[in-house]
């Protein structure tokens, strides 16, 4: 019971370091920005890896409403992240060390020649914070009816990292795990002492070697030159600089973000060019020679047809799909990014309209109301090097490393 708490609590750090200071990008897109506007886009940028200690929350969306074959008329799902966070002097090298590592080769490397660096990070990293999870009623039925639990519409989960240890309220998480009932309060875990001993054990060597393409194929059955492929795929995901001819940015007019002024720069991503693209092409038949697809994958033939009806009919299937980030940068000095937005909407009318036509989609499956697809992540930064207070809950049940370990 304890290593499925932990492994979901695991992943929850992960969506918390998602949006931490210490990880912005110091060298953002500028496209055909003036002078004076990318110094200020950039200067934010490489404050923002010199902070601290600040509080920020941030809001994680999706919705789904009207998709044909899907047994709910609207499933959402909203994750609420709100706290302080704050990194000593070691975590906060040992980050911007990890940011700087893109590909997976390199963050591979850092593995095998760094182990440290990770257990820097963990043990001088602190937040105390909450996340909350809202369900739509429909979505939590469905889920409720799968899993032969109640799924509840809206669950909390404060989190407290201090000291290399993580700290749990599992109140209200644990009855949704089997044989948790009785688990309630504070449950802390010494990762930071685990972490150690992975370190000193050669565990972070192990893992980095079991990313090499070589150990990749014989995990995947296939042989070392797919593997690879699928390494260079990810790198070249990874890569954000791939994609900035397909990207514009302009800075609309400034606004204000709870009191302080701030210039906004808004980035949009042109979707029909670069599915229309050489990039994207490259992109599928690497993702094909991969493997991962299956013996089913498409060929070569396959894929230039396919890519030659895209050329014809994208503008009509992705006519209703925008993806954009709006960035709010303080024009007070020292500049900082307060604010920060991506959003990926698709009205699906247009796709559904092509497939109905070619007989693939039934009508009486055509939802007569409005079909989209809405993705978005909202992140707002405060109290920027401001001092955190941050302890340790007292009454704490506390999971050694060594049972963990076991």
Known sequence: MRSKVL?????????????????????PFCGDLDEADC?????????????ASYQASAVYSTQLVGIPGLPLSEAAVDVMVSGAFSYDDAALAAAQELAAATSQEEIAALMSESPDLFVDFYN???????????????????????????????????????????????TELAP???????????????????????????????????????????ASGSDAATAAALMGLSAALSDPAAFEQFQTVERVDDGDLDGTPVAVFVTTFD????????????????????????????SAADIEQTMQMVGLMGPMIFQGLTAASTTMVSLDEPNYILGQRNSFDWDLAGLLQMVAMSGALPADQMSSDASTISISTTVINSAIDEEQTIEAPADAVIVPAEAMMQ
């Open 7 to 27: 492994s979901l609590l695991l992943v929850l750090v992960l969506l918390l370091a998602t949006f931490s200071t210490a990880f912005a990008q110091a060298e």
């Open 39 to 51: 110094a200020l886009l950039t200067a934010a940028s490489e404050n923002m890896q010199e902070v």
């Open 271 to 298: 979707v029909l060019s670069f599915i229309s693209s050489p990039q994207f092409v490259d992109l599928i038949t690497g993702l094909v020679d991969s493997g991962v697809l299956g013996a089913d994958a498409p």
């Open 176 to 218: 949704l795990m089997e044989g948790g009932e009785s688990m309630t309060g504070w449950i802390g875990f010494e990762l930071g002492r685990l972490l150690e001993a992975a370190a000193d054990q050669g565990i972070f060597e192990q893992a980095a070697a079991s990313m090499e393409p070589e150990a990749v194929a014989m």
């Open 124 to 170: 001088g990293w602190a937040f105390d914070a909450q996340i909350d999870v809202a369900v739509s009623e429909e979505l939590a039925t469905a889920l409720s009816a799968d899993a032969g639990i109640v799924v509840p519409t809206a669950l909390s989960v404060p989190l407290i990292l201090a000291d290399g240890i993580l700290y749990a309220d599992v």
